[in-house]
């Protein structure tokens, strides 16, 4: 059975945790840091096609009235929320930081 298609949408801070990722790791190798942005982009491909109950529910972030979740890609968690017809990357974390500093920006 297919699903239908929803709209993902990037938040400035999800762009930007992307862009800083990048930048960390093109300090190494450009084409590293490519890579590692497009596995990072493609993760959320099951969750355009319909799939966004597919990551668990993210315990750090209980305490908001979004219900957040996460996809994890390597180091990284993806951090999401649904709402209406879009699911809603709010934030790329990398877990080898300290969860406290998991923070939604706005």
């Given amino acids: 059975m297919e ?3 929803i709209k993902i949408v990037w938040t400035d ?3 930007n945790d992307l862009q800083s990722i990048y930048n ?14 497009f596995r990072l982009i493609d993760s959320v491909e099951l969750l355009e096609v319909g799939f966004f109950s597919i990551g668990q529910k993210e315990p750090l ?5 979004n219900c957040y979740r996460y996809l994890v890609k390597d180091n990284y968690k993806i951090i999401y929320h649904l709402t209406g017809q879009e699911v809603v990357i709010d934030m790329v974390f990398d877990t080898r930081q300290n969860p406290t500093k998991m923070v939604i920006k706005r």
């Fill in 3 to 5: 699903k239908q298609s």
């Fill in 13 to 15: 801070p999800a762009k």
């Fill in 24 to 37: 960390y790791l093109a300090e190494i190798s450009i084409v590293i840091a490519e890579k590692q942005i």
């Fill in 61 to 65: 972030l209980s305490n908001h009235p």
